[in-house]
């Protein structure tokens, strides 16, 4: 159960996070360089010394300058425990073997293009320490999605979880082994969520496959997109900050994302402020608001626990904003990509307006 509703987050995510400018890849057909390949159901792409399985895999449509074209590994993980140094070392893993395979040019053929492999990790239930200390020292990024701004993404993803578990528990009463294949769970949901093209490969499937479970899962489908639908106006905007981590952010409720877009379709650049409130003895909400209008909108977002604690173990405010102002969240680069067309916004922080998070009452 954990690992099917880790992957249909990793869907979700793909679909949330979509105006990013993330396209989702899905088959080698989407790569002319030969960067993939696939194995029986499951795309791969091509390392120095492995082939490695993508799940989730995406590609960003803006290229920073004097960089290479960025590709990202999104991994989820839905499980009641933290996520541990385990996954974050199977990360690096990836990411470095990838980021080394270099194929020498031969003589008539044509140059051949490189990308710039990334990975992100992301768990419902927030990171061990060690994991922590692991991904900042290796630039892995890691996103908590603990925190109430997303309740509304884990119950739609939870939902459709426990419906495909459901409906592969009835197969079992005629098929002991029946077990639904990955594939065909995550074609329907991207089909619904419209990630991809059309499938260009077909899909093993077991002799007692039929178009009953066929439109089962489109019925799940179907109700986890209107699941994440229901949530008006949410939707996921990655923001890049000097510092090794990638940060998430949602609109926090009332305000949803259409506000911050109305604010800044002619302020792509403007002065913003912070407020940091601990949620629970774990997970400390970030949210940011317009210096010239702080009612405008409100966005958050969760930067990993040891981070926090870094920030506020300083011996003085004065130097929790200079490690914060020059290390970490000077500034926040987000792009959003609408009909074709890149904006490109720029939150300017004030770590003045920094406060000390509410900690919990001890009862």
Do not use: C
């Not at 499938?199 to 178009?211: D, Y």
């Amino acid at each position: 159960m954990p690992a099917l509703r880790g992957y249909l987050l990793e869907e979700a995510l793909a679909w949330l996070v979509r105006a990013s400018g993330y396209r989702l890849l899905t088959n080698v057909a989407d790569d002319p360089d030969g960067a993939l390949t696939s194995a029986g159901n499951g795309l791969l792409v091509k390392g120095r010394g492995a082939n490695h399985q993508a799940d989730t895999l995406g590609e960003f449509v803006y290229v920073p300058p004097f960089s290479l074209p960025i590709r990202l590994f999104v991994e989820a993980k839905f499980r009641d425990g933290t996520t541990g140094i385990e996954a974050v070392r199977n990360a690096l893993g990836v990411v470095s073997d990838v980021n080394e395979n270099y194929i020498q040019l031969e003589p008539g053929r044509r140059p051949r293009r490189r990308y710039r492999y990334v990975y992100t990790l992301f768990s419902t239930s927030g990171f061990s320490a060690p994991a922590q200390e692991y991904a900042i020292a290796h630039q892995i990024s890691l996103v908590d999605l603990s925190g109430d701004a997303f309740d509304w993404l884990r119950s739609a993803v939870g939902q459709a979880a426990a419906e495909v578990f459901e409906l592969e528990q009835s197969l079992k009463a005629q098929h002991p082994k029946a077990s639904i294949p990955q594939a065909k769970i995550r074609e329907a949901i991207r089909r619904q969520l419209e990630t991809t093209g059309p499938a260009l490969t077909s899909i093993n499937v077991p002799g007692w496959w039929s178009e009953r479970i066929e439109r089962s899962l489109a019925r799940i489908a179907t109700a986890m997109h209107m699941g994440l639908q229901a949530a008006d106006g949410q939707e996921l905007l990655l923001g890049f900050p000097p510092a090794p981590f990638v940060l998430t952010l949602a609109a926090q409720p009332p305000y949803t994302m259409k506000h911050f877009l109305t604010f800044a379709r002619h302020r792509q650049r403007h002065a913003v402020g912070l407020r940091r409130q601990r949620v629970d003895a774990h997970v400390t909400q970030w949210e940011v608001f317009a210096r010239e209008n702080p009612d405008a909108y409100r966005l958050s977002f969760t930067v990993p626990d040891r981070v926090e604690e870094w920030i506020g173990q300083s011996e003085s405010t004065r130097k929790r904003v200079l490690v914060i102002k020059e290390s970490l969240l000077a500034t926040i680069v987000m792009y959003r990509v609408h009909n074709g067309h890149v904006t490109v916004y720029q939150l300017e922080y004030r770590p003045a307006e920094l406060n000390t998070p509410d900690r919990p009452t001890a009862t």
